[in-house]
């Protein structure tokens, strides 16, 4: 039995297989009025495709507890009942394919109010749906970003209280498993890092104030997410820099620290806080990260970056290095990338009724 297509089961959740999708912003959704941040025919076809493919998990691209927590104008929301609706949807298709469904809570901070990439990715203003970002320090992410707004502890805890919020709407919604984005700079991660964190108060300095609002989150989300459905959070392992920055051994303590919050699983990628950070990038680059967690604590991981070969990732999991692999633009080059690694592996994957002269 190919290891990529053993069951997973956390809490009372059964994933069909460790083929899983991460979070990956489509940037399709109507930037303002009564549709903004609602998935629509283009997000339906998109993750139908690859349940029907055979994938495990899919995990929705990260959805903004406000509007302003959205990384671009045109990025899903999950503050209205509206966008509820239209995401049970695709988790009612997602379910009838044996596919678990799941949802990324994200406030994108200091790199909020950006294009769509395939524009340019700039920072928009008022005249272009934009907005005025917030992060817990007035330092900005780049050249030709705005410096962000301070945070005041009131607004910290009003955004505490909107993860909880869309956290039950994403159960309303139809969502098995719901995560926390806490990766890739966006605000949680900016919290994290003394990179961007200079703060004086309660927030900032120390590794425990640093870490206080990703858990103070966790605490939210977990107090009105369903025992019996598990909790993920998905954090970058290390900013990548020598110095002044988030790093691996930060990242193994504060494992430690989300598993007794009751967080079940860490969704581990790295890098996205610092503009002009020098990554390694090459063929399963941050699976080592995962493995060090896994290794050194008991919270379970999926590994991210660059796995695209079925023996990559069978070994990966095979190893021990990961309990999943998480596949990004391979999944959006191939949707049927697991029935094809499950052909190749001798495993077992879900095939639709429609597709099986394709078997």
Known sequence: MSALFETYTLRDVTIPNRVWMPPMCQYSAAPEGPDAGVPDDWHFAHYAARAAGGTGLIIVEATGVSPEGRISPYDLGIWNDTQVEAFRRITRFLLSQGTVPAIQLAHAGRKASTDQPWRGGAPLGADAHGWQPV??????FADGYPVP?????????EIVRRFADAARRAVAAGFEIAEIHGAHGYL??????????HRTDEYGGSYENRTRFALQVVDAVREVWPDDKPLFFRISATDWL????????DTVRFAADLRAHGIDLLDVSTGGNAAGARIPVGPGYQVPFAARVKAETSLPVAAVGLITEA????KIVANGEA???LLGRELLRRPSWAREAARELGGDVHVPDQYHRSV
């Not at 992060?135 to 900005?140: C, D, E, H, Q, T």
């Not at 949680?188 to 964190?197: A, M």
């Open 311 to 314: 023996e990559q990732a069978e």
């Open 135 to 140: 992060a817990p320090s007035p330092v900005a």
């Open 188 to 197: 949680i991660s900016e919290f994290l890092s003394p990179y961007s964190n």
């Open 242 to 249: 020598e110095e002044d920055g988030w790093t691996a051994d």
């Open 149 to 157: 707004s301070e945070l005041t502890v009131a607004g910290i805890q």
């Open 323 to 325: 309990d999943a692999v």
